[in-house]
């Protein structure tokens, strides 16, 4: 692939909190945690359970069907203003925009697709109900490719900047968290920060936009002056997105 021919831009953006306006799993385990929830949660806290483990245990608490979940999450999650406006932006600079979140895509994907973005590529955990029609619980989990480090997070957030950057893109994270977004937002070109990634990036020297909403974010991506990047032979056109289903 020729410098001419790589993709310019690739914007990377978390899901709970950052994309939605809400944390939308800390949503669905209020409304649908079991009984066991309240012991997972403290242990998690007490510093004895990784997010992964603590993700996985308090999901498998849920006895709903996977298809009430999704309908939920579908329902009650409000995604931020202005994201449309930023997707769009992006790809009309010839950009990818991909949701990257380490939730999972069961309340993701529907919420993208009742606002019209069934299209957008999502980087997430898969979980799977264990039984073929959803209707008992629990979920076996599909984990993508990650970095040994971020293993502790579910998903590493870092990999597909760094296969970006390698290509020559122009990297712009968006998140509002502390473990998986701060190591990409020490990794990225521009960054978008609310919440405790804002007051992270802030105590570390990181520069980084404040954002409430997605139209500033928009305008920053329409008014974006991309330099072009000329790379040595080359480069792999490789993705971690999951392809929409």
């Known amino acids: 692939m020729t410098a001419s021919e790589a993709r310019t831009l690739l914007v990377l953006c ?4 950052s994309a939605a306006d809400c944390n939308a799993a800390q949503l669905l385990l209020a409304e649908f ?10 242990a998690y806290r007490g510093g004895s359970l990784t997010f992964r483990d603590y993700q996985e245990k308090m999901f498998n608490t849920v006895a709903a069907p996977v298809e009430t979940l999704k309908a ?14 930023a997707i769009a932006a992006t790809r009309k600079r010839g950009g990818e925009f991909v949701i990257a979140s380490a939730g999972i895509d069961f309340y993701i994907e529907p919420v993208l697709a009742a606002n019209g973005l069934a299209d957008v590529p999502v980087l997430s955990v898969t979980g ?11 979920f076996n989990y599909d984990y993508p490719p990650a970095q040994e480090h971020c293993r502790d997070w579910a998903v590493c957030k870092c990999e597909p900047m760094e296969i970006a950057r390698t290509r020559g893109d122009h990297v712009i994270f968006i998140g509002d968290g502390l473990r998986s977004d ?9 960054v978008f920060a609310r919440s405790r990634l804002l007051a992270h990036c802030i105590a570390e ?10 139209h500033s974010i928009a305008r920053h991506i329409s008014d974006l002056e991309l330099t072009p990047i000329i790379l040595g032979g080359d480069s792999t056109n490789t993705t971690l997105m999951k392809a929409p289903k």
């Open 14 to 17: 978390d899901f709970d909190d």
């Open 33 to 42: 945690g079991g009984p066991g929830a309240d012991a997972v949660q403290q």
């Open 72 to 85: 939920f999450a579908r329902d009650n999650v409000t995604l931020r203003p202005g994201l449309s406006e």
């Open 128 to 138: 799977a109900p264990d039984t073929a029609n959803g209707a008992t619980m629990t």
């Open 182 to 190: 701060a190591c990409a937002a020490e990794k990225a070109d521009t």
């Open 205 to 214: 020297g990181i520069e980084a936009i404040e954002f409430d909403d997605f």
